[in-house]
């Protein structure tokens, strides 16, 4: 267990040494500076003339705000017609029919929206061309629009007063070809080495020790699996995600799949510090999400690897953790540190099944979604924080009786109004649904459209009930994993996840924009005695202390009824 742990450890540390680095790259890419990679820049300039687009053309944060909404309303018709007739297009040795309208529906918003919750099996209810053209697609161009939305905020904030956020198609496509292209292309290549199929035969027939016949799925997967991580999507290729030996091989892809889900949320912070020359900013930010996640990781890995205490009180040992739902090549401690990291960073891929989590595991997972802040997706981790910092801030005005100010900019009523909406429509979205979904089995467990609500659940109870919790926290953060006890494809499932998916990132993303975009506009105050300093560890505690709060308030009573209430019923 102890070289679990310190392999956990090590799989933090690299990250944090190739984040690093990376961060700097990043913000020279964005700041125009020479990089290695400018030898993209013809195709780049290809791809504007094919578009008529002008990538110097300065850009406020409405106008920037109506591209990326326009494009990506593009995009979801696209993804969604191409789904319902996939079993009519080619590229699709294993025969898969074209989706159902609800479930294409779903799958087309969820992958747009960066969260990948998959209400069908990647073997069955995709095709090759499908995985490709839509889902890979769709994988770089939402983890490239986070990244470009949070560049605009950069922008805002490193400037004393302007209107131009920069051009958002500038943004974008650097975002693919500068930083998302290059680094797919080096972790693909160390997936296929080590045995993630590459290839586009249809399924394998193989023979088992015995005797049984059984059809093994395969595909060009290690393009896929290196940007669903890299872009913090997390929709695998196959049903069982990065359980499956084919997305995660062996012990070494395991790390670098960690590895790469937490490169760029890393890097990005560190590059919050490098673009607007702010380091101690970013080094304080950078600690206040290390800790909160720390805060989560430990409870977690001590939960699964001290097992079950149900079992427990039967008199047997469980030298080697929880190992329910856990694969032997991992073990507890690191499926308990994937459990926490794809929840905090909104990949929501997974390497056990979280299903089978202990309580407290199933808790911590529930609370880094909730949050969503600690570290976060590409870009929108620190949009979210930044949600958080406005909060903070206006509140801090308050206590100290100091004008509140974001770095030179005046924090007023419409700033933080926009802020708090952002932070209730979180919570509103995620107890509103839960709660219908509850009162629907309840009362109307024969409704047939719904495919009899009664199914839903596998597990009664608290379980049952944090299922269900689960599943519209996974999709109000982006994140995608579930508790898969829950029978989720059906018409009620994916139309009421696909409206949370939708709202639950464009909301947080065109709040934060509008934010910097108005204190952009303001006349800057330069610093004095009598400025809040936001890039102060004291500042740091505060915002810190505002996201437990809230999130408490926001969150505890569900928490209560769901795995608070399991725990204490199994330790009785």
Known sequence: ??????????????????????????????????????????????????????????????????????????????????????????LNPDGNPGQTPDLAF???????????????????????????????????????????????????????????????????????????????????VLLAVNGTPSGFEGKDTITTLQGDTVQVSRGPAAGMIAIKHLGTNGGGWFGTNSAHPFENPNYFTGMLELVMQVLIPVAMIFALGFYINRRRLALIIFTVMTVGMLCLVIPNMLAETSGSPAIAQLGIQQPTGAMEGKEVRFGPAASAYWSVVTT?????????????????????????????????????????????????????????GRTPELLGHKVEAREVKIAALVTLLSAFLVKAFTALAAYMVAHHPDMAWAVKPGNWLNNP?????????????????????????????????????GFVLILARFLPIIGPVAIVGLLANKKFIPESPGTLRVDSWTFGMVTFAVIIIINALSFFPALALGPLAEYFSMIK
């Open 344 to 400: 905090i960073i909104s990949t929501g891929s997974v390497n056990s099944m979280h299903d089978s989590s202990m309580p407290v595991a199933g808790l911590t997972q529930l609370l880094g979604m909730m949050i969503n802040a600690f570290y976060g997706g590409c870009g929108v981790g620190l949009l979210n924080y930044l949600i958080y910092m406005i909060i903070a801030v206006f509140i801090s005005g308050l206590m100290v």
């Open 1 to 90: 267990m102890t070289g679990e742990i310190m392999a956990v450890i090590a799989t933090f540390l690299v990250t944090l040494l190739l984040a690093y680095p990376l961060g700097r790259y990043v913000a020279r890419v964005y700041a125009g500076q020479k990089t290695i990679t400018d030898f993209m820049a013809p195709l780049e300039r290809l791809l504007y003339r094919i578009s008529g687009i002008d990538p110097l053309q300065p850009m406020n944060w409405k106008q920037f705000l109506k591209a990326m909404l326009t494009i990506n309303m593009l995009w979801l018709v696209y993804a969604m017609l191409m789904l319902i007739v996939q079993g009519k297009l080619p």
């Open 106 to 188: 779903n799958t087309a918003i969820s992958f747009l929206v960066n969260c990948n919750l998959q209400h069908y099996s990647g073997e069955t209810g995709l095709t090759y061309l499908t995985q490709l053209l839509v889902i890979t697609f769709l994988q770089f161009v939402s983890a490239a629009t986070g990244l470009a939305a949070l560049i605009a905020v950069f922008n805002g904030l490193k400037h004393r007063t302007t209107q131009n956020l920069g051009n958002f198609w500038m943004l974008f496509v650097r975002s693919v070809t500068r930083i998302l292209l290059p680094l797919c292309i080096i972790g693909a």
């Open 461 to 497: 109870s608290y379980h049952g009930f944090s299922e269900m919790l689960y599943e519209y926290t996974s999709a109000n953060a982006n994140n995608g994993s579930g508790f898969e006890g829950l029978g989720d494809n059906n018409p009620f499932w994916n139309i009421t996840t």
